[in-house]
Protein backbone atom coordinates (compact mmCIF):
# COMPACT_ATOMS: atom_id res chain seq x y z
CA UNK A 1 0.00 0.00 0.00
CA UNK A 2 1.26 3.47 -0.95
CA UNK A 3 2.16 5.83 1.57
CA UNK A 4 -0.17 8.70 2.50
CA UNK A 5 0.88 12.42 1.05
CA UNK A 6 0.82 13.77 4.83
CA UNK A 7 3.36 10.43 5.39
CA UNK A 8 5.68 11.71 2.66
CA UNK A 9 5.89 14.89 3.74
CA UNK A 10 7.13 14.09 7.11
CA UNK A 11 9.95 11.99 5.82
CA UNK A 12 12.68 14.38 4.78
CA UNK A 13 12.46 15.45 8.47
CA UNK A 14 12.42 11.48 9.39
CA UNK A 15 15.46 11.07 8.00
CA UNK A 16 17.48 14.41 9.38
CA UNK A 17 16.02 12.89 12.96
CA UNK A 18 17.40 9.66 12.26
CA UNK A 19 21.01 10.89 10.91
CA UNK A 20 21.02 13.12 14.16
CA UNK A 21 20.26 10.37 16.62
CA UNK A 22 23.05 8.36 14.81
CA UNK A 23 25.29 10.88 14.83
CA UNK A 24 25.09 12.17 18.46
CA UNK A 25 24.80 8.60 19.63
CA UNK A 26 28.45 7.93 17.91
CA UNK A 27 29.73 10.96 18.73
CA UNK A 28 29.03 10.36 22.48
CA UNK A 29 29.87 7.03 22.43
CA UNK A 30 33.16 7.23 20.75
CA UNK A 31 34.07 10.50 22.98
CA UNK A 32 33.39 8.51 26.09
CA UNK A 33 35.19 5.42 24.94
CA UNK A 34 38.01 6.49 22.83
CA UNK A 35 38.43 10.21 23.79
CA UNK A 36 39.76 9.95 20.25
CA UNK A 37 37.97 13.59 19.34
CA UNK A 38 39.05 13.63 15.39
CA UNK A 39 38.21 10.56 14.33
CA UNK A 40 35.08 10.49 15.95
CA UNK A 41 33.97 13.48 15.30
CA UNK A 42 34.86 13.17 11.69
CA UNK A 43 33.03 10.21 11.92
CA UNK A 44 29.77 11.79 13.16
CA UNK A 45 29.82 13.84 10.57
CA UNK A 46 30.07 11.41 7.49
CA UNK A 47 27.33 9.78 9.40
CA UNK A 48 24.95 12.62 9.48
CA UNK A 49 25.63 14.30 5.91
CA UNK A 50 23.92 11.67 3.82
CA UNK A 51 20.92 12.12 5.82
CA UNK A 52 21.01 15.68 5.69
CA UNK A 53 21.14 15.60 1.90
CA UNK A 54 18.26 13.37 1.51
CA UNK A 55 16.38 15.96 3.91
CA UNK A 56 17.14 18.78 1.82
CA UNK A 57 16.54 16.77 -1.80
CA UNK A 58 13.15 15.31 -0.72
CA UNK A 59 12.09 18.14 0.60
CA UNK A 60 9.76 20.47 -1.08
CA UNK A 61 11.43 23.82 0.67
CA UNK A 62 14.33 22.25 2.16
CA UNK A 63 15.30 25.57 4.71
CA UNK A 64 12.38 24.42 6.50
CA UNK A 65 14.21 21.33 7.41
CA UNK A 66 18.23 22.80 7.62
CA UNK A 67 18.06 27.05 7.77
CA UNK A 68 21.03 27.96 5.64
CA UNK A 69 22.11 30.07 8.00
CA UNK A 70 22.52 28.00 10.97
CA UNK A 71 23.57 25.24 9.35
CA UNK A 72 26.60 26.76 7.97
CA UNK A 73 27.04 27.89 11.33
CA UNK A 74 26.98 24.70 12.42
CA UNK A 75 29.21 23.53 10.23
CA UNK A 76 32.33 26.17 10.54
CA UNK A 77 31.94 25.28 13.92
CA UNK A 78 32.41 21.96 13.76
CA UNK A 79 35.30 22.46 10.89
CA UNK A 80 37.38 25.02 13.44
CA UNK A 81 36.91 22.21 16.41
CA UNK A 82 37.88 19.37 14.04
CA UNK A 83 40.68 21.05 12.99
CA UNK A 84 42.07 22.59 16.41
CA UNK A 85 41.65 18.90 17.15
CA UNK A 86 44.30 17.79 14.83
CA UNK A 87 46.51 20.80 15.99
CA UNK A 88 46.26 19.78 19.57
CA UNK A 89 46.58 16.18 19.17
CA UNK A 90 49.95 16.84 16.96
CA UNK A 91 53.64 16.66 18.11
CA UNK A 92 55.65 19.68 18.36
CA UNK A 93 57.53 18.83 15.93
CA UNK A 94 55.22 18.23 13.14
CA UNK A 95 52.68 20.91 14.32
CA UNK A 96 53.59 22.62 10.99
CA UNK A 97 53.55 19.72 9.07
CA UNK A 98 49.60 19.25 9.94
CA UNK A 99 48.53 22.39 9.67
CA UNK A 100 47.18 21.21 6.01
CA UNK A 101 45.76 18.51 7.15
CA UNK A 102 43.83 20.26 10.12
CA UNK A 103 42.94 22.61 6.98
CA UNK A 104 41.76 19.65 4.95
CA UNK A 105 39.43 18.11 7.16
CA UNK A 106 38.04 21.40 8.08
CA UNK A 107 37.34 22.44 4.38
CA UNK A 108 35.75 18.59 4.17
CA UNK A 109 33.05 19.91 7.18
CA UNK A 110 32.35 23.00 6.20
CA UNK A 111 32.40 23.35 1.82
CA UNK A 112 29.08 20.94 2.10
CA UNK A 113 27.16 22.96 4.24
CA UNK A 114 28.43 26.46 2.54
CA UNK A 115 27.41 24.93 -1.21
CA UNK A 116 23.52 24.09 0.42
CA UNK A 117 23.71 27.43 2.36
CA UNK A 118 24.75 29.36 -1.70
CA UNK A 119 22.42 27.21 -3.08
CA UNK A 120 19.09 26.76 -0.76
CA UNK A 121 19.48 29.98 0.84
CA UNK A 122 18.14 33.79 0.06
CA UNK A 123 19.06 37.22 0.30
CA UNK A 124 18.48 37.54 4.13
CA UNK A 125 20.40 34.12 4.66
CA UNK A 126 24.00 35.20 3.13
CA UNK A 127 26.87 35.68 5.00
CA UNK A 128 29.36 36.34 2.76
CA UNK A 129 30.18 40.37 2.42
CA UNK A 130 32.34 40.05 -0.31
CA UNK A 131 30.74 40.18 -4.22
CA UNK A 132 31.57 36.92 -6.23
CA UNK A 133 34.79 38.57 -8.11
CA UNK A 134 35.84 39.65 -4.01
CA UNK A 135 35.13 35.82 -3.20
CA UNK A 136 37.03 34.18 -6.24
CA UNK A 137 39.92 36.43 -5.88
CA UNK A 138 40.23 35.30 -2.12
CA UNK A 139 39.76 31.80 -2.79
CA UNK A 140 42.72 31.63 -5.66
CA UNK A 141 44.98 33.50 -3.15
CA UNK A 142 44.11 31.14 -0.34
CA UNK A 143 44.87 28.26 -3.14
CA UNK A 144 48.38 29.84 -3.55
CA UNK A 145 48.77 30.47 -0.06
CA UNK A 146 48.78 26.36 0.60
CA UNK A 147 50.48 25.25 -2.11
CA UNK A 148 53.57 27.71 -1.38
CA UNK A 149 53.15 26.68 2.53
CA UNK A 150 52.57 22.81 1.78
CA UNK A 151 56.17 23.00 -0.70
CA UNK A 152 57.92 25.31 1.69
CA UNK A 153 56.54 23.46 4.94
CA UNK A 154 55.45 20.02 4.26
CA UNK A 155 51.87 18.36 3.99
CA UNK A 156 51.90 18.76 0.31
CA UNK A 157 48.84 16.60 -0.68
CA UNK A 158 46.22 18.44 1.83
CA UNK A 159 47.45 21.48 0.96
CA UNK A 160 47.37 20.74 -2.57
CA UNK A 161 43.58 18.74 -2.44
CA UNK A 162 42.38 22.48 0.09
CA UNK A 163 43.82 24.59 -2.40
CA UNK A 164 41.77 22.85 -5.20
CA UNK A 165 39.05 22.27 -3.50
CA UNK A 166 39.39 26.77 -2.40
CA UNK A 167 39.21 27.11 -6.31
CA UNK A 168 36.64 25.52 -7.14
CA UNK A 169 34.68 26.50 -4.24
CA UNK A 170 35.03 30.11 -5.54
CA UNK A 171 34.63 29.72 -8.71
CA UNK A 172 31.53 27.67 -8.05
CA UNK A 173 30.24 30.32 -5.98
CA UNK A 174 31.08 33.05 -8.37
CA UNK A 175 28.83 31.39 -11.14
CA UNK A 176 25.91 30.80 -8.49
CA UNK A 177 25.81 33.86 -7.76
CA UNK A 178 25.33 35.27 -11.45
CA UNK A 179 28.94 35.61 -13.00
CA UNK A 180 29.51 34.52 -16.33
CA UNK A 181 32.67 33.80 -18.66
CA UNK A 182 32.93 33.50 -21.90
CA UNK A 183 33.85 30.20 -23.54
CA UNK A 184 37.18 32.08 -24.92
CA UNK A 185 37.79 33.10 -21.51
CA UNK A 186 37.27 29.55 -19.62
CA UNK A 187 39.56 27.99 -22.70
CA UNK A 188 42.38 30.62 -21.71
CA UNK A 189 42.06 29.67 -17.66
CA UNK A 190 42.00 26.01 -19.25
CA UNK A 191 45.66 26.77 -20.97
CA UNK A 192 47.00 28.85 -18.53
CA UNK A 193 46.47 26.26 -15.81
CA UNK A 194 48.09 23.77 -18.18
CA UNK A 195 51.19 25.96 -18.58
CA UNK A 196 51.54 26.93 -14.95
CA UNK A 197 51.45 23.31 -14.13
CA UNK A 198 54.11 22.74 -16.35
CA UNK A 199 56.19 25.54 -15.34
CA UNK A 200 55.62 24.38 -11.35
CA UNK A 201 56.91 20.98 -12.12
CA UNK A 202 59.99 22.71 -14.30
CA UNK A 203 61.06 24.34 -10.90
CA UNK A 204 60.88 21.27 -9.47
CA UNK A 205 63.15 19.47 -11.78
CA UNK A 206 65.54 22.31 -11.28
CA UNK A 207 65.41 22.65 -7.88
CA UNK A 208 66.51 18.75 -7.66
CA UNK A 209 64.63 17.97 -4.14
CA UNK A 210 61.22 16.58 -3.51
CA UNK A 211 60.31 16.33 -6.85
CA UNK A 212 57.02 14.34 -6.40
CA UNK A 213 55.46 17.33 -4.18
CA UNK A 214 55.71 19.89 -7.13
CA UNK A 215 54.45 17.27 -9.56
CA UNK A 216 51.31 17.16 -7.55
CA UNK A 217 51.15 21.05 -7.10
CA UNK A 218 51.58 21.25 -10.76
CA UNK A 219 48.79 18.58 -11.38
CA UNK A 220 46.64 20.64 -9.20
CA UNK A 221 47.45 23.90 -10.63
CA UNK A 222 46.52 22.66 -14.04
CA UNK A 223 43.20 20.67 -12.81
CA UNK A 224 41.72 23.28 -11.30
CA UNK A 225 40.61 25.42 -14.28
CA UNK A 226 39.72 22.36 -16.12
CA UNK A 227 37.38 20.54 -13.13
CA UNK A 228 35.60 24.17 -13.48
CA UNK A 229 35.21 24.08 -17.33
CA UNK A 230 33.80 20.45 -17.10
CA UNK A 231 31.58 21.41 -13.72
CA UNK A 232 30.31 24.73 -16.12
CA UNK A 233 30.01 22.22 -19.32
CA UNK A 234 26.28 23.92 -20.22
CA UNK A 235 28.21 27.53 -20.72
CA UNK A 236 29.88 26.02 -23.31
CA UNK A 237 26.48 26.49 -25.46
Do not use: K
Not at 155 to 181: D, H, I, M, N, Q
Request: charged share 10%.
Amino acid sequence: MDASPETNRHVPEFALVTGAFLSLSFLVAGLALTGDVVRTLLTSVVILYPFAAYSTTHSADPTTVLPPRLTSLAALVTGVVLAGAVLVDAEPSRLAREVPYALFLGALVVLPAAAYHVSAGDAADRLNPLTSPQTLLTTTLVAIGLFAYGLLVGGVPFAAATALASVLAGGLYARARGERLTPRTRRRFVAGGAVGGVLVVLVGLLRGTALESWVLVGLCLAAAPTFFYALTAPERA
